[in-house]
């Protein structure tokens, strides 16, 4: 498998190994001892599976406390996905990246804890399967602005079909500082 560095410290897309034959493909999704040797050291606990349509965007969430690392990639369509460093000292503080997820790519996208993380669809449907390293705990669900000028991420959308939720998220600035993640060295 294939690490490669994003622009924001932590936040790494991982290229399996894909082994193709006339049956079709296989690759690993995940593998403990290999992800360990890539500094992705976190225990899963809980994995997710989300389908949406085109247009559709879901973000930008975080877990805080209870922060949650995700590993994620789509298993039909293609994404285009998103994360954001809000932890409280963090020197990337307000920093993104943002890397496109397909099930041709195989792609995965590792978000740390403390992160805040969001995606929008870009073909007709996409199949979105993440595991997370903390359960969820809908007390400590937390989100803020897809579209926050301060954070400035440049999704390939402009009018995204979003959850009441996530239409009234709050700006980054607005956020209570006890409510944001804490950066730990
Ligand atoms: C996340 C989650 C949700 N739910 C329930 C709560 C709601 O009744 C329903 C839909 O939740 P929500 O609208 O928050 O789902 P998404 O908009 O897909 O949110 C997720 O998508 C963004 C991109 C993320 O990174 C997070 O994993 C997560 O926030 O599922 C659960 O029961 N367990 C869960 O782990």
Known sequence: M????????????????????????????????????????????????????KGVLRGLHYQWPNPQGKLVSVLEGEVYDVAVDIRRG???????????????????????????????????????SYQCTALYDAKADAGVRWNDAAIGIDWPISAPQLSDKDLKAPLLTDVHAERLPLFAE
């Open 2 to 53: 294939k690490v490669i560095q994003t622009a924001l410290p932590g936040a790494v897309v991982i290229e399996p190994q894909v082994f193709g034959d006339a049956r079709g493909f296989f690759y690993e999704s995940y593998n403990q001892a290999k992800y360990h040797a890539a500094g992705i050291t976190s225990t899963f606990v809980q994995s997710n599976v989300s389908r949406s349509s």
């Open 90 to 128: 963090s020197p990337t503080f307000g920093q993104w990246a943002g890397v496109m997820l397909s099930a041709d790519n195989h792609r995965h996208f590792w978000i740390p804890e403390g992160f805040a993380h969001g995606f929008c669809v870009v073909s007709d449907h996409a199949t979105f």
